[in-house]
């Protein structure tokens, strides 16, 4: 029945983290995943997760299912985190929030939600994106191109290039865009480029779908969600996905929601209605264990500055593995310009190391990057960072 299938080639990342894992060599560095690791290697439960879960545990009365669209808690929670708690759109009844299978899932129901409701919408993703994004849109049915995002000369945005290529456009085309801390290249929009950059996808009547999966390990938890609250105080129809993996460190939980925001009230029913259409027909519904964590840590007046201090603290760590990697290779290689390591910002940088130096490290240093040279920054640590510097200096040189 099945003999004629094709081979699964495995996905870039995942499979890379399954090849680190088998790795037998004990000096072994992971820089391939996106997960932050602590400064002994260690994937954190946060004080406020364990705390929230304790406190479910206790209060536990029921594992029922949720509605469809998920938890009510979870999702009021996420919109005032997202959206700031005075947003009149927010007021107006304009934004609809569902509690997702994580942002992935989130994703994927947006795309096939479009693919059903604006069906001759293509999509466009930034040139490179997350590897996913495409798969996701391309297996919703819908078509996907690329925009100019990264500039390889300069560690940095093509600002012009993009804006040129979106204000060519049809109205109502797919912007996918990185909220902040860009995956893979670590490279961000200033605020003064987004507020250009809204200006044009309402002049020209495009549809940003922004996706918001690390949250708080760029400049802060609100400054990351600028672009979001920029496009809503605006008036701008548009979609966010948003993630709870990474900033509460609770991966396998599939924490996620999506948002739309809509014209108005009535539209946003509408949206709703066939948001929960397209869940039924996919998963049904979200998982329990997950609204409980964010809704908890988010609205309890003691979690939350507890977990906000706990997420200031992961970006901060994140900042100083950048200052020291950037120190430790420009005294090994004088002649090169690492300013972007610092420049750059989240758990990703685009190194600039080519696929062959790629597997050189890794076959020589058991030092494991994505091939396209990104890596994850919340890899390194205290006790590998001028090791991994030294083998990074070693196949530059
Ligand atoms: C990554 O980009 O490494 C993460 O978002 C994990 C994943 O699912 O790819």
């Given at each position: 029945m099945f003999s004629h299938l094709d081979p699964y080639a495995g996905d870039p990342i995942l499979s890379l983290n399954e090849a680190y894992q088998k790795?037998?060599?004990?000096h072994k560095v992971n820089l391939s995943i996106g997960i932050y690791f602590d400064d002994a290697g260690r994937i954190p439960v946060l004080a406020s997760v364990r705390e929230a879960e304790a406190q479910m545990l206790a209060a536990a009365s029921t594992k029922s299912y949720l509605p469809i669209e998920g938890d009510p808690a979870m999702r009021n929670a996420v919109q005032a985190l997202l959206?700031?708690?005075?947003l009149p759109a927010l007021k107006d009844g304009r934004i609809v929030t569902l509690q997702t299978v994580g942002s992935s899932g989130g994703l994927k129901v947006g795309a096939d939600f479009l693919r059903r409701w604006l069906p001759a919408s293509e999509a466009w993703v930034s040139d490179?994106?997350?590897?996913?994004h495409r798969a996701m849109f391309e297996g919703a049915g819908i078509r996907v191109h690329t925009y100019p995002y990264y500039d390889a000369a300069t560690g940095g945005l093509k600002f012009d290039a993009m804006c040129d290529a979106l204000r060519s456009l049809p109205p109502r085309s797919i912007v996918l865009l990185?909220?902040?801390?860009?995956?893979?290249?670590?490279v961000d929009l200033t605020r003064a480029q987004w507020d250009a950059l809204v200006r044009l996808l309402a002049e020209r009547g495009l549809l940003p779908y922004l996706d918001l999966?690390?949250?708080?390990?760029?400049?802060g938890i609100d400054d990351d969600a600028y672009a979001v609250r920029l496009m809503a105080s605006r008036g701008l129809t548009f979609i966010v996905a948003n993630s709870f993996s990474k900033s509460m460190s609770?991966?396998?939980?599939?924490a996620g929601a999506l948002s739309f925001v809509c014209t108005d009230a009535r539209e946003a029913e509408l949206v709703l209605g066939q948001l929960k259409a397209t869940v039924r027909r996919n998963y049904s519904s979200p998982p329990i264990h997950a609204a409980g964590i964010v809704a908890r840590v988010l609205t309890d007046p003691t979690l939350r500055p507890q977990w906000e201090s706990e997420v200031a603290a992961m970006r901060e760590r994140i900042l100083a593995m950048r200052q020291r990697l950037h120190a430790v290779l420009a005294a090994k290689v004088?002649?090169?310009?690492?300013g972007y390591f610092l420049t750059q910002r989240g758990?990703?940088?685009?190194?600039?190391?080519t696929g062959a130096q790629v597997d050189r490290l890794r076959d020589e240093s058991a030092v494991y990057l994505?091939?396209?040279?990104?890596?994850?920054?919340?890899?390194?640590?205290m006790g590998n960072v001028e090791r991994v510097a030294q083998a990074f200096a070693g196949v530059l040189g």
């Open positions: 790795d037998p060599r004990p959206f700031g708690a005075d490179p994106t997350w590897d996913n990185h909220a902040c801390c860009h995956n893979p290249t670590g999966a690390y949250q708080g390990y760029g400049d609770v991966y396998g939980e599939r004088p002649g090169r310009d690492f758990m990703f940088s685009y190194t600039g190391l994505v091939r396209s040279g990104r890596m994850c920054v919340a890899g390194l640590s």
